[in-house]
């Protein structure tokens, strides 16, 4: 949503994890912030992750994919932890706290569809009721992320 509203931000780009360091992709923007600039910068967005999948295949390197190893089991070390990826919607983070046990003491996740649904009353102020299900859809949330 702010990449309509005209700012240029990506974690990938901010924060670059796992291998998106080595892409060459742009951040689309768009300024005017209303739904249709909503629902046009999902296409950019769109055309370009194509652009990094396309990168991606064209440097998978030849052999076997994870070559007959077992499953990854994740342990986290004692402490807690913040970690945040890009998300079709926006960011989506994780909080773990951990006791260096298999599974965690206490996760919480900070989904985008929630953070993006604050949103929704202060964009439909001076709207009309209906205009309301339209400013909804173009935030696109997701109602089991909202519910967590």
């Known amino acids: 949503m702010i990449r309509a509203a005209?700012?240029?931000?990506?974690?990938?780009?901010?924060?670059?994890?796992?291998?998106?360091d080595r892409f060459?992709?742009?951040?689309?923007?768009?300024s005017t912030s209303d739904i249709y600039a909503r629902y046009y910068i999902r296409l950019l967005e769109a055309r370009e992750s194509i652009k990094i999948l396309q990168q991606a295949l064209r440097d998978i390197p030849k052999g076997?994919?994870?070559?007959?190893?077992?499953?990854?089991?994740?342990?986290?070390?004692?402490?807690?932890?913040?970690?945040?990826?890009?998300?079709?919607k926006g960011e989506l983070g994780f909080?773990?706290?951990?006791?260096?046990?298999?599974?965690?003491?206490?996760?919480?996740?900070?989904?985008?569809?929630?953070?993006?649904?604050?949103?929704?009353?202060?964009m439909c102020v001076g709207y009309k009721v209906a205009d309301a299900v339209?400013?909804?859809?173009?935030?696109d949330i997701v109602l089991g992320e909202v519910d967590r």
């Open 6 to 20: 005209g700012v240029a931000y990506d974690i990938r780009k901010a924060e670059p994890y796992s291998i998106y």
């Open 24 to 30: 060459d992709f742009d951040i689309p923007t768009l």
């Open 64 to 88: 076997e994919i994870l070559g007959g190893k077992g499953g990854y089991t994740f342990r986290p070390k004692e402490g807690e932890a913040y970690a945040r990826i890009e998300a079709p």
């Open 95 to 122: 909080y773990v706290v951990s006791d260096n046990k298999a599974n965690p003491y206490r996760y919480h996740v900070r989904s985008p569809s929630y953070i993006n649904l604050n949103a929704l009353g202060p």
């Open 134 to 139: 339209v400013v909804l859809g173009a935030i």
